[in-house]
Antibody
Framework: QVQLQESGPGLVTPSETLSLTCTVSGGSISSYYWSWIRQPPGKGLEWIGYISYRGSTNCNPSLKSRVTISLDTSKDQFSLKLSSVTAADTAVYYC???????????????WGQGTLVTVSA | EIVMTQSPATLSVSPGERATLSCRASQSVSSDLAWYQQKPGRAPRLLIYGASTRATDIPARFSGSGSGTEFTLTISSLQSADVAVYYCQQYSNWPPLTFGPGTKVDIK
């Protein structure tokens, strides 16, 4: 059973860069998209972006200029960097496996437990 | 970007009764619609994809229907374990993937 685990600082200073890493275990990192999804406290889900196992990326246009997603296949890890953060970026950040086959591309079938990142001075 | 809406915002149902949740897309998504369950303090879990296909290990009391712009998630006999927020998500035209605002289901 594949498992995902987020790691990174829980507190980030405004205007700085948020950095998180997701470690994948129990399954291959190939043949899927690896997504980041966030959820502000008490609110809904917002898809941030993904990286494919081949290294191609795609991001939400609302965040595109601030987002970098990278992949380290040797460690079965992928990472998120979100620059110039403000209080509006305070959220639980989830890493997730997203199906990439033709018929169900975009279905999020496994999620990490999530990590709360607070943006505050 | 396809905008997803859900109704009602909150649904109170007696144990053993049927719960019916609605999801609407701003344009047709064919059957490229998934439902997720999120219990308090937990990550979302995939329930339904392809509008009506249950994911692995999802109980048969959960069923999905619809196509185009109108979708329904039905819990045939509500149990206390089903108290959660339910989100729909389209994957027809992405990026971006987009989610509805959620329906909170609780016990009456």
């Amino acid at each position: 059973q594949v498992q995902l685990q987020e790691s990174g600082p829980g507190l980030v200073t405004p205007s700085e860069t948020l950095s998180l890493t997701c470690t994948v275990s129990g399954g291959s990192i190939s043949s899927y998209y690896w997504s980041w999804i966030r959820q502000p406290p008490g609110k809904g889900l917002e898809w941030i972006g993904y990286i494919s196992y081949r290294g191609s990326t795609n991001c939400n246009p609302s965040l595109k200029s601030r987002v970098t997603i990278s992949l380290d296949t040797s460690k079965d890890q992928f990472s998120l960097k979100l620059s110039s953060v403000t209080a509006a970026d305070t959220a639980v950040y989830y890493c997730a496996r997203t199906i990439s086959d033709y018929r169900t591309s975009g279905v999020v079938d496994h999620w990490g437990q999530g990590t709360l990142v607070t943006v505050s001075a | 970007e396809i905008v997803m809406t859900q109704s009602p915002a909150t649904l109170s149902v007696s144990p053993g009764e049927r719960a019916t949740l609605s999801c609407r897309a701003s344009q047709s998504v064919s059957s490229d619609l998934a439902w997720y369950q999120q219990k308090p303090g937990r990550a979302p879990r995939l329930l339904i994809y392809g509008a009506s296909t249950r994911a692995t290990d999802i109980p048969a009391r959960f069923s999905g229907s619809g196509s185009g712009t109108e979708f329904t998630l039905t819990i045939s006999s509500l149990q206390s374990a089903d108290v959660a927020v339910y989100y729909c998500q389209q994957y027809s035209n992405w990026p971006p993937l987009t989610f509805g605002p959620g329906t909170k289901v609780d016990i009456k």
